[in-house]
């Protein structure tokens, strides 16, 4: 399967393969990601052995739970691991973040690594009203929005019942591609497809645009993308 969003992520920086996971948490004691550099070490080398050749380190922002992360904050932090990371593992890493969109949203936001995507992510279950307005204020700031995990939103896929008979209501999965909004989804999913089946119709129409793996720490439980696979796999 084809992520044409990696696929323009790779070429914005210059890289000579689409072996590119943008989604993940992995530097040690920044947000809820790695817990120390040893685990993060672990974790990226995993990464390699699997396929990927470079990462978007994406730590939540705007998130009460984490009030020291700014655009600032992760630049630094950023800066203060990427070289190590590449010396000793072979990853290149850039930096990027995972907005969470409840109003008021930070003044600077932080695109993935020097393109104008931006990840966003929302409440996983209640439906957020302020949904299109949030999108669109990002978007006339100059970016273009990725949606995060998009399989893990239960309100994107409301089930309807007629007779005896369960339907997903797609509606606003369309509105949202109407509105020129980029998915992402977590390599785990794709890896899970008989939990996921209401993904396969985007998935089958090329609605997903980005893989991530959305790691976070070793026994998380979350699979990490392996690339010789997904060069395999068809919906």
């Known amino acids: 399967m084809n992520f044409l969003g ?14 590119v996971d943008m989604h993940a948490h992995i530097l040690p004691g920044f947000d809820d990601g790695a817990h120390d550099l040893n ?4 974790i990226v080398r995993q990464m390699k052995e ?7 380190w994406t730590p939540h922002i705007n998130l009460n739970a984490f009030p020291h992360i700014n655009s600032d904050s992760i630049h630094t932090y950023h800066e203060k691991y990427a070289d190590r990371l590449l010396q000793e593992t072979g990853i290149e890493l850039f930096s990027g973040s995972e907005l969470f969109c409840a109003p008021p949203l930070p003044e600077k936001l932080v695109p993935l690594g020097k393109s104008d995507f931006v990840l966003i ?10 949904l299109f307005d949030v999108i669109y204020n990002i978007q006339i700031s100059g970016y273009r929005v990725i949606l995060a995990h998009v399989e893990r939103y239960r309100w994107l896929f409301p089930r309807k019942k007629k007779f005896l008979t369960t339907t997903i209501d797609y509606s606003i999965i369309e509105a949202l ?3 020129d909004v980029y998915f992402q989804v977590n390599y785990m999913t794709l890896a899970n497809m ?35 696979k ?6």
């Open 177 to 179: 591609k109407n509105k």
């Open 121 to 130: 992510e929302f409440p996983l279950d209640v439906y957020p009203r302020y």
């Open 50 to 56: 699997k396929g990927t050749e470079v990462l978007f």
């Open 6 to 19: 990696n696929n323009e992520l790779a070429e914005i920086h210059d890289i000579n393969n689409s072996y």
């Open 39 to 42: 685990e993060t070490l672990a």
């Open 194 to 228: 008989g939990e996921y089946k209401f993904m396969l119709p985007i998935l089958k129409e090329k609605k997903v645009e980005f893989l991530g793996s959305d790691k976070h720490w070793l026994t998380d439980g979350r699979s990490l993308i392996d690339f010789e």
């Open 230 to 235: 997904i060069s395999t796999m068809e919906f």
